[in-house]
């Protein structure tokens, strides 16, 4: 079985749900499904099902234009990825280098590495307003290079790239992706949005509150085909999906202080829960 699949580092990843979610395709009929993912992130638990075969293919959706960019090169510019990888020094120079490019005004390329480039070398994983692992002073006891294997990263963009027919890529928000693809047959939505409470530190495309039930909207009124959330555990987000069944849930994190994050996992009516996962859910997703 493939373990880790992605070249990022993401906060609150989810690949660690990839024998769960297969639990939930094999009981309710949806292997070898198209699988869509609308906040595709470091695209962890994606890119393990796929490897895995257990899903055709799979649609994967940033706004970011950060995480888009890298996406869109690790895909269709990937050698040229691969030779910036090959030939960048990591150290804090350039570090102060890559920190300053705007996915805005640089070309895709320079915008794909300096995702890169930061979600390696920053804490956590986060791109944004995150300082870089061992400090400014590179005095902690790890450096600032010791998260950016270039033989690992390189060899999982080519495993990636190999299975670039079978991967889809877009960047839209999340609301025109479900309205696009939400009436699609044979299809299964994951959908993983940005946290309610701490989303604005952890990610570059944060969501309001207004956001979050615009997204509730679409998915109530337009999304026909089987979906799953799962969403941090704040009375807020119960409330607005209050209409559906919610289970809570823990996974570890790497956010430093290795703590427990207590999350929901939201599941749509036309999915059937396997009855363990209901009872034991709590103990059974643990992080890779």
């Known amino acids: 079985m493939t373990h880790v699949c992605s070249p990022l580092r993401y906060p609150g990843g989810k690949a660690a749900l990839y024998g769960k979610i297969k639990e939930i395709f094999e009981k309710n009929a949806l292997n070898g499904c198209s699988y869509r993912e609308p906040f595709a992130g470091g695209c962890g638990l994606a890119l393990k099902l796929l490897f895995n075969g257990d899903v055709k293919d799979i649609y994967i959706n940033d706004?970011?234009?950060?995480?888009?960019?890298?996406?869109?090169?690790?895909?269709?510019?990937?050698?040229?990825?691969?030779?910036?990888?090959?030939?960048?020094?990591?150290?804090?120079?350039?570090?102060?280098?890559?920190?300053?490019?705007?996915?805005?005004?640089?070309?895709?390329?320079?915008?794909?590495?300096?995702?890169?480039?930061?979600?390696?070398?920053?804490?956590?994983?986060?791109?944004?307003?995150?300082?870089?692992?061992?400090?400014?002073?590179?005095?902690?006891?790890?450096?600032?290079?010791?998260?950016?294997?270039?033989?690992?990263?390189?060899?999982?963009?080519?495993?990636?790239?190999?299975?670039?027919?079978?991967?889809?890529?877009?960047?839209?928000?999340?609301?025109?992706?479900?309205?696009?693809?939400?009436?699609?047959?044979?299809?299964?939505?994951?959908?993983?949005?940005?946290?309610?409470?701490?989303?604005?530190?952890?990610?570059?495309?944060?969501?309001?509150?207004?956001?979050?039930?615009?997204?509730?909207?679409?998915?109530?009124?337009?999304?026909?085909?089987?979906?799953l959330i799962t969403y941090d555990n704040v009375e807020e987000i119960k409330f607005l999906y209050r209409q559906y069944l919610s289970i809570e849930f823990s996974l570890q994190y790497s956010l430093q202080e290795k703590r427990q994050a207590t999350e929901l996992m939201i599941f749509s009516p036309k999915i059937k829960v396997p009855q363990f996962l209901e009872k034991n859910i709590g103990s059974l997703l643990k992080a890779a």
């Open 63 to 227: 706004i970011d234009l950060f995480i888009w960019s890298f996406w869109y090169c690790v895909l269709h510019k990937t050698e040229e990825l691969i030779e910036k990888i090959n030939t960048t020094t990591i150290n804090l120079e350039e570090w102060y280098i890559q920190k300053e490019i705007s996915p805005a005004s640089a070309d895709v390329l320079s915008a794909g590495f300096a995702a890169l480039f930061l979600n390696r070398t920053n804490r956590s994983g986060i791109i944004k307003n995150a300082g870089p692992i061992g400090g400014k002073g590179q005095s902690g006891a790890y450096k600032i290079d010791c998260r950016f294997n270039k033989e690992n990263i390189i060899e999982r963009i080519l495993r990636i790239s190999e299975q670039k027919d079978k991967i889809h890529l877009t960047r839209l928000n999340a609301r025109e992706f479900l309205l696009r693809y939400g009436t699609d047959e044979n299809t299964f939505f994951y959908m993983d949005p940005p946290y309610f409470k701490k989303g604005k530190g952890l990610y570059t495309s944060f969501y309001k509150a207004n956001d979050h039930n615009n997204l509730e909207n679409v998915i109530s009124q337009h999304v026909t085909a089987p979906w």
